[in-house]
């Protein structure tokens, strides 16, 4: 009767916080986007902050992901060759459209002042929403179909990285509305999207033995306490009372935006560090180490260079745009 002994070995964990930092900026401005094309081509609406959530991400994300390629070759490589196989090589032509096209939307806009929208401005709302939708799904599939990490390769993990994706975008918009003193367009469906990552959550952990595994056993703080009770549960009850408190509806959208954070680091880095060969983990990854906190400076301050610019763009194009009309 043969036996057989399976080994690991140490080595460096492939995705970095920067990767993190990338899908949680693309995936909030993506979900800010489908807010954005919902408020101005179903309730008519103007959504400004939603605009200025999906520009500013978008624009934030593209500093993360080169830090992730390492190389500048790895990125130039996927405009000179072809490889309509690879869902990376349709990602490398999602992104760039996507944050072009709602940067051109912003300035649209400010451009336009108080006027009613255009014809082209609510087709170029509809592109955009057509391009987050490719976001989404370029970096849920990009990930699951990985199949050396079991918590990736499954039918739950893209369905809650959307749902938090989503929910982050709302939760980013009501925070801008609420610092503008606006109630915006995040409510409802930050508590939409809530409710339905809760449930898809804890489906997919009563499913599957590896996120069990990862839920109870390794990051049980991360994935329960942050993800779960701070990140989801808090953030939903706190929208669904602030019925008029724009404080609350702040606070509850912050909270949101950290949910989608905690729910992509244990999974993004938590991941990796289970064995491939054996029903355990090595190692811990540490979330103040000096990746971690290089990579949580960096896009923290491109982010608000991001908002402020696109919030001046649009401003100061909305009061020349007023001068002249009164001119």
């Not at 080595?11 to 995936?27: D, I, K, N, Q, T």
Request: aromatic share 10%; charged share 10%; with cysteine.
């Amino acid at each position: 009767m043969p036996a057989v002994d399976l080994m690991s070995f140490d080595h460096e964990a492939v995705w970095r916080p920067w990767a993190v930092a990338y899908f949680l900026l693309v995936g909030t401005g993506a979900g800010a986007a489908l807010l954005l094309a919902y408020s101005r081509l179903v309730r008519v609406a103007e959504a400004k902050g939603a605009l200025i959530v999906a520009a500013s991400f978008a624009l934030a994300s593209g500093l993360p992901l080169l830090a992730d390629l390492h190389q500048p070759a790895r990125f130039m490589h996927f405009y000179l060759s072809s490889a309509p196989g690879s869902i990376m090589w349709w990602g490398s032509w999602f992104l760039p459209l996507f944050i072009g096209t709602t940067l051109l939307l912003a300035f649209m806009t400010g451009r336009r002042g108080n006027a009613p929208m255009c014809a082209g401005e609510r087709t170029l709302t509809m592109i955009v929403g057509a391009l987050a939708l490719c976001i989404l799904g370029y970096t849920a599939g990009e990930m699951s179909v990985v199949a050396a990490r079991p918590v990736w390769n499954t039918l739950g993990f893209p369905v809650v990285l959307i749902l938090t994706a989503l929910m982050s975008g709302a939760g980013a918009t009501l925070a801008i509305d609420s610092l503008n003193g606006e109630k915006g367009e995040g409510r409802y469906m930050l508590v939409v999207t809530g409710a339905a990552t809760l449930v898809a959550f804890g489906l997919w952990m009563l499913t599957d033995a590896s996120l069990s595994t990862l839920a109870a056993d390794y990051a049980p703080v991360g994935l329960l306490g942050e993800f779960i009770i701070a990140g989801v549960v808090v953030p939903v009850a706190l929208a669904v009372s602030a019925k008029t408190s724009l404080l609350l509806r702040g606070v509850s959208g912050a909270l949101a935006v950290f949910g989608a954070l905690a729910f992509r680091w244990p999974t993004f880095n938590g991941a990796q560090l289970m064995s491939k060969t054996e029903t355990a983990f090595y190692g811990h990854e540490a979330a103040l180490s000096q990746d971690a906190l290089r990579t949580l400076a960096g896009s923290a301050g491109l982010l608000i260079l991001s908002l402020i610019f696109v919030t001046l763009l649009i401003n100061l194009l909305a009061v020349r745009a007023s001068k002249q009309t009164q001119a």
